[in-house]
């Protein structure tokens, strides 16, 4: 197949991916410089507890991500990308300013804000650099993982700055910080909007529908009103998060209905390859459930129990998006030289690979505790180390699904079906924050990992058995149940990474002409 290119495209890419590029940075700049204040903002600031604080965050990280579903489906049926991409933008914007309130009615609102806005924006945004390419063009894998480079600028720069600010002047600072990075994504958007980079991509798909009133307000302008209606109660399910569990059976019973609704209306082909894509976002779920410690518990590990240099416990968050922006561009030159000479890997086996290098960054975590101080301190380098690890895991795995959901979902349900793949963040965070709960530390107990096989386990990656650790000081308590929970998630991962590859074939029949 021979590359679209035109003269329209910009370093072999058509044109509309620049601005995309630094639209999504500027976003997730916003985005993960607020995340990496919450948990710490929580704990240190609020004086939240550990149990407390991985609830809200576990509640408001998954809620932003079901929204991307409903965001896509409006998009797909009302607004189009471009308008859904520029609500949510405003949305997300007001949440991080309104974080600069210290109550709590602003507090929640504030999340609540960010949630909605993310509904309208992540899903949208990607499914618009799908579009940009043609069916079959071997670009598209090189161009999906040019656009996650983007997103993990924005990741590794925002932690540094806004936890600095955060640090040197007072937390809102860093929040305010965080809505300026929105803002300027906003700005990189409408620009490329005024320049028509687009061409007709991303326009509100049907105008008859959009004009349609409905209580005397126009479909366009009714969403807009929803989305606000609909703060207080994401508010309140951040709120009350230990209710969460009933969202997660009725997002299910949604998502279940739904694809099968779209299962009968697809041809034989389609079907099959929608099925691939249900199947790719399960595995996308464990991978979100573990890789997520990210933000909560692995930021108190390097808060408590690692020797940090030349960094405080937030700016750990920068280190993975760092490893992505070193490795993004030779990974989409290694795919694109692999396809030239026939030896790229399908998409199933690249999964697999991805899932168990996740494994063994978290087991690198466990193994630290092999160097622990009399402080319960470990080394910095197993943290780099193992964020070395997973992020070469989700080189393997992340840039690579967001381009195959694009390509396996029929056409007119792409967008949905994107909403779909982030669902996997919805639930892994859900998951996540039940797994964060097992490093929370109670006196005389030290957790499901320390007995039986998980407790042997943990003995052979740490290096720590429970009855030694329970004859010493309570810091090394905190120390055991981070590494116990890490070494056995870590293991059974790998062992899931494993069994992907070794079952890839018929997978890989199932996706036909889809790499």
């Known amino acids: 197949m021979k590359n679209h290119t035109s003269t329209k495209d910009v370093l072999g890419h058509p044109r509309g991916l620049l601005y995309l590029f630094f639209a999504e940075l500027w976003e997730r700049f916003s985005f993960y410089g607020m995340r990496a204040l919450l948990v710490l903002y929580m704990t240190k600031h609020l004086l939240f507890t550990d149990e407390m604080s991985f609830g809200i965050y576990a509640a408001y990280m998954s809620l932003v991500y079901v929204t991307p579903m409903i965001g896509g489906m409006l998009a797909d049926k009302v607004l189009g990308f471009r308008k859904a991409i ?6 997300m914007a007001l949440g991080h300013f309104f974080l600069t309130f210290e109550q709590p009615m602003f507090f929640y609102g504030s999340l609540s804000l960010i949630i909605i806005g993310n509904g309208f924006f992540k899903p949208n945004i990607s499914s618009f650099v799908g579009k940009l390419y043609k069916e079959g063009d071997t670009r598209r894998d090189a161009g ?9 600028i924005g990741g590794a720069v925002a932690p540094l700055l806004c936890a600095w600010l955060a640090e040197l002047y007072g937390w809102h600072y ?12 906003l700005l990189v958007f409408k620009k490329g909007l005024n320049n028509n980079v687009f061409d007709e991509h991303g326009a509100v798909p049907n105008l008859a529908v959009y004009n349609q009133k409905r209580f005397g307000i126009k479909m366009g302008s009714l969403i807009t009103v929803c989305a606000l209606l609909f703060v207080p109660v ?9 209710f969460e569990h009933y969202l997660v059976w009725i997002v299910s019973l949604f998502l279940v209905l739904y694809i099968i609704n779209v299962l009968r209306n697809v041809t034989v082909s389609e079907r099959q390859k929608l099925l691939v894509a249900v199947y790719f976002t399960v595995l996308y779920t ?58 790229n890997p399908n998409s199933v086996i690249k999964f697999g690979i991805g899932v168990a290098l996740l494994g063994l960054g978290f087991v690198v975590f466990a193994m630290s505790a092999y160097q622990v101080d009399e402080f319960a301190k470990t080394p910095m380098l197993y943290l780099i180390i193992g964020y070395l690890v997973l992020t070469m895991g989700e080189l393997f795995l992340s840039p690579i699904g967001l381009s195959k959901i694009t390509e396996l979902s029929p056409t007119k349900y792409v967008a949905f079906i994107m909403g779909v793949w982030f669902s ?17 530390v109670s006196e005389g107990d030290l957790g499901m990992f320390s007995n039986g096989l998980l407790g042997e386990i943990t003995t052979f990656i740490t290096g720590m058995s429970s009855e030694v650790i329970l004859s010493k000081e309570p810091i090394f308590h905190q120390l055991y149940s981070y590494v116990s929970v890490y070494s056995g998630f870590g293991f059974f991962t ?10 890839s074939k018929k997978i890989k029949r199932m996706m036909q002409n889809v790499h």
């Open 424 to 440: 996997a963040n919805f639930y892994g965070h859900f998951f996540a924050g039940k797994i964060a709960n097992l490093t929370t």
């Open 144 to 152: 999906f993982t040019i656009f996650y480079m983007g997103i993990n």
């Open 174 to 185: 860093g929040f305010v910080l965080a809505g300026i990075g929105m803002l300027l994504g």
């Open 86 to 91: 520029v609500l949510g933008g405003v949305l």
């Open 234 to 242: 994401f508010a309140l399910i951040v709120r009350y998060h230990q």
């Open 286 to 343: 464990v991978f979100s459930a573990i890789f997520e410690q990210a933000g909560s518990s692995l930021t108190l590990f390097a808060d408590r129990n690692v020797n940090l240099i030349g960094i405080n416990a937030a700016q750990t968050n920068s280190i993975n998006s760092s490893f992505i922006i070193l490795f993004a561009i030779p990974f989409s030159m290694l795919w694109m030289y692999l396809n030239k000479i026939n030896k």
């Open 494 to 503: 790998f062992l899931i990474g494993v069994l992907v590859m070794i079952f």
